[in-house]
């Protein structure tokens, strides 16, 4: 049988970050988080009949910071 605790324990990791980020919406309400998806840098179109909004920066942002909690978390 493979050894799957490394596997656990990201699994673990990652559902406490997306319950923590989930809290911040929950309790954050509006005004905290009103800045999150419209950043400079994030594309909105209105045509008649659509909406085409493409978060670039907040995308990013966002990678810039799981990609340092990923490092920070396999430091060994």
Known sequence: MADLSGVGKML???GLV???VGLLFVLGG??????FGRLPGDFSW???NVHIHVPLATSLLVSLVLSLLWIFLNRK
């Open 30 to 35: 509006k005004g905290f988080l009103s800045w």
């Open 12 to 14: 673990i990791v990652f």
């Open 18 to 20: 997306l319950a923590g």
């Open 46 to 48: 209105r045509g008649r």
